[in-house]
Every structure is written in structure tokens, then in C-alpha cells.
């Protein structure tokens, strides 16, 4: 009960090596009483060292590494439980593995190498390189954490291929419980034989319990020759060595899934976050796409500290209250750009066959009234072609620059609000009558922007049952911009709202995302112009938008 | 005359493209299953295969494959010209690894898509 302050958790050692505080752990004797054997490991991070002192002085100073605490602390503990070696002999010990790392003893010093392996499964591979197991041919660990579905067998089979398996978890406890009980802990693959195992005639096993976790060391030479009593004893003790760093590889495995689980629904939250786990910080941010940049630059950036090592606690911003509604409406556009994608391609082909049966056709001796049809038919379906094309072009992240005359991003914008136009008067207003208006830009997004100002207007139309609905579309050119207003005689912006209708994911409509207005304000932007809404003299009463777009340089 | 196999599941296009070109007097096989392409560049000896990415059983890629038992590379190269609407970056940088022709859907001019064909 006395040496109860000297058993560390593993999670100890963790939060002693990641927290950035100076402090240092402090063990106490209880059995000898006298002061100069109380002593602490102290960090000293500015310097990257580990040292050992008491109150006196400092013993001992290692190089800032897990090792050397791991090191230390296990010498520490040796040291007071039996509390017969001197202090003096323990730092000895220390210094000399230090000093003398090649020579001193080979496996221990690759296995000081292994603790170093990130996964188990290049702990067990790395298991047969090691000399005193140059005989063997595969190695495993079969494992079944706590509350899972499956037991595990990781490992190499002869050949060095990778093995995994996901195994019956009483087939497990079957195995684990004859290891457990054998104790020679040799066996034949043969008295296993509900396993199916992968690899044949005798092997060793090594059973180790884990609070959360069972776990057997599996070691074959894949022939059927009997273990002698050294062989057993060497891999004894070497899983004996291995058990600490098993457990570790074990738990940072099943949080690894964890948080593969977790960045995932990270990668799809909508608006930036910085995520922080037990390393450190890395932003996920720019993993998402540019979309949400888009409509998002309002928005500073907020971090988020997730700390992944403890329970989920996800910290929001005191002022950016992300709300399930928020991310209803993202996974829809999100969703909504997929589904464009797909139906560009299932659509595709069967236009493109209808467009060269109609190519056939025409060569074909037909009368005029046939080819007129037919001609029809092709325009048709060019025009399908088009509107597929526009809308996935929407979401596509092409990013290269061109010139675009806003004429004809007019003319393909009304083309494909045509539908949403039945019943209103459009009217296309050109300053210059004659000439190109280019602009530096895609045409396409030119196309979407006037493209949602046109349907915006023709839906606050709708909402009035005017008779007389009208859209006015009109251009001025300045020094360096041609704007272009559209104008609708509807009921206009009420003054309230106006600050707001940019915010993404704001709407006055029922059916609406909220984000038409936003997203033309930030691809406007991203070419170098604007949109604002503005007043106009032809339409005192409703409401007149302008786009900004920057000329090509003459 | 040129004898020419088409791969191709969209059955319009299969069957426009045959008549398309059997008109300018080639020999036209074609199919819409992968497999049966397979067998057919197994039995005959085509000067062109045009052959369609998305088949309803396989991938072209994979008959392209299944083609290397019996053609060199540079005859693969030179023979199949690939079809797809899917112009992703991926499916084009496999296409280029092959050292294929690469024909996009859609055709934006036929007349020209049928000149890269028969060149």
C-alpha cells in the first residue's frame, strides 16, 4: 500500500510528456525516510533534457525522450520497491545505457527501436527481424478489445504477406483461456483447429491481460519440430518487455479509429474549425472545399479545440453559433452538386446517341418537312446539352482565367430562366449598341450571378401576381467596370432585411437555401468585382440589383 | 477498308458510329458487353477498337488489359481510341498512361471525332 504514489498510468507518462508546464513528477520512498532519497524527474524543455535529481543536486541528465523517461521511471520503480540498490547503482545503470547504447544488450536496444513502431502490426513485423527470432517465419498478435464485435488477428504469415482478420470472439477466449492455462506456452496449430490459422505445426503463445483488452503474442517457424526451453524463455521474456508498448499500440489503435470517425464528420462541418489532438493542432479547413470559403469569408476564422485523447467536448466560438439548421442547408448544396455531376453523365449518352442517330437521319434522301423536324430535334438537343453542361460547370473548381463578353452571359442566363420568365416581360437595355462588353472573367460566372439575380426577381414577382411583371436588364460602363442592374417592378427589399440578405443561408423564401445572394456576392468578388443591391429610377418600388464586373484591360 | 470494333453500352451510339462508318465503306463489329469485346479481339484482327470506359459489366480498362495477352503495347496504343464522359483528371491520367486516344462525350464535332478516328 506504501508504494501506492509510485504506479503511474501510462496516461500519466502521456500528459507529463504533451502538457507544456515545467513541472515534474516527485516519488517518495516510503520505507526510507531520509531526505536525500526522495527524487524527481524534472522536464527542462528550453534545454531538451530529462534530469533526475533530489533535493540536492541534480543525478542524472538524459536527452528529452520517451524513452529515457520510460527508462528512468522503470529503474525508479525497480529501485524503491526493493529499496536494496542504492541510488548511486540506479543512475550507474543509466548513464552506462547512455554511454554505451551499442553495447549495451543488442535486444534490448532494438527494442527500444520497436517502441518506436506506430502500429501493430509493425511491432510484430519487426519482432521477426529481430536475431533471436531469425528462425521463425510468422508472427501474430490476436487480440479482442473490450465491447467489440470481433477479435482481432494481426500479423505476417510466411512469405511476409500482411495478414489481418476479423475473428469469433469465442473462438478467442477459447485460445486465450488454453494459453492462459498452458504452461510451457508452446502449442500445435492442429489443437486450434476452429480458427483456421494461418500458418501450420507448432508455435508459441503469450497471453497478456489488459484492463480493456486481451491480447496473445503468436510466434511460428511453420513446421511441426518442438520448441526447446531456451526459444520459450527468450520470447517470454521478450513479450514481458513488449507488454507496455503493446498496450500503448493497442489504445492509440482504437483511438486512431475513433478519430478517423471524427475527422470524417469534421470534414463535412460547415464552417472552419481547428482541431487539436493530443499533438498538436492542424486545421481541416482547407481540406473542405473552396465552396465553403465561398460563402463563408464574412466569417473569421474560430478555432475549435478538440481534445481527442479525453472525452468529445467540442468548444464553440462564443459568437458563431453553429446551428443543426446550418448544416442541413450545407449538406444540401453539398448534395446538390453531386447529383448534378451524376445526372451531367447519365444524361450525356444518350444525348450524344440521339445527336448522332439525328446525323444519320439527315443524310438520309428525306423530305424538307423531315429534315426541318429533324433539324428541330438537333437544336433540341444541343440545347439539353447546354443547360447539362452549364449547371454542372456551376460546381465545377476550374480556375483558369478568360474573357467573357457580358452580351452573350446575358443571353445564356435568360435562356436557362426561361421557365421561371413565363408571364414576365423582360427588357434588355444595352448602352452601347454595338461592340463586345468583355470582361476578365468566366463566362459561367457571369451566368450564375445574373443567372440568380433573374431568378430572384422573377420569384418576388410571382409572390405580387402583378399583371404587369417586368424585368429590366441593363449595362453601364465605367473606368474600369461594366455594370449590369437588374431591376424588377416587384414589392423590393424591405429596408429590414437588407443588411441581411447576403448572410449565407438567409432566406425570406420557403423553399429556399439562402444562399443564391451570398454566393453570387463571393464568386462577384472573386473575380474582382461586386454585387450590391442599389436603387434605380425605373423601378423606384422594387428592387434593383448591380453586378460589378472589371473590364479586360484595353 | 478498315475493320473496327465499337464497344459501346449507350446503344444509339453504338449503332449511329457503325452505320457512321460502314458507310464510308469499313467493316463495323460491335457490341455493348465488355466481355463479348474480349472474346472478339480474341478471335479477329481489328485495325481500330473504339471502346467505351463505362460498360455495364466491366471497365474498359479492363478490356484494354485483357487485350495485353495478345498485343504489345505500342499496338494497344495505336489501335484503341477510348470513349468517356467522365473526364476527371484520374481517368485521364490512366488514359495518358496507356498512351491512349482519348475522344470526350460529347462529341462537339462529329466529322472531326470520325477523322480522329479513322487517321
Redesign the interface.
Known sequence: MKEQSLFIEASIIDDFFESNDQNSLIYKNHKNKKQDCNYSILKNKNQHTLELRNKKQTLVSLPYHRENFLFIYNHLKDKIKSSEDSLSKMIEKAEKSLRYKSLVDQSFNSLLFKIKTRNLQELVRNLLKEKQFHKFESSFIFFHLKGKKNAKLLGVTWKDQSYDENLNVTHFNLFFNSVKKSKIKAFNAASFSFLKLPFNGSFLAKEIQFKTCKTTIILSRNDFLYFNSYEIKRFESCVTLLTPFIENLINSEFIQNKNKVLESAFTLYPLPLQMMDRHGFYDISNKRASLLNDFSETKTLKKVYLPFSKELTLYDCEELRISSFDLFHFQRIHLLGELLNTL??EL??????????C??LK?ESLQDDDKDLLKNIEQNITHC?NIIDNFANLYSSDDSQSTCDIKVAIQEALTLSKSELQGIEVKKIYEKKTGEFLILSKNIVVVQILFNLIINASHSLREQQNLKNKIHIYTQESDEYYEVYVSDNGAGVDEKLQEKIFTPFFTTKHQGTGLGLSLSKSLAKKIGGDLRLTESSIFPQGATFVASFPKTPS | MKKILIIED????Q???K??LS?KNHHVDSTSSGKKGIDLIYTNHYDIIICDLMLQDISGFDVIESSKKIMSSSEISKKFIIMT??SSEQVINKVSSYHLTILK???HD?VETINIILK
Open positions: 451531367k453523365h450525356s449518352n444518350p444525348l450524344l446517341g440521339l445527336n448522332l442517330a446525323r444519320l443524310e446539352q | 449507350e446503344i444509339l451510339i449503332k449511329s458510329l452505320k457512321i458507310r464522359a467522365y462525350k460529347p462529341f462529329i
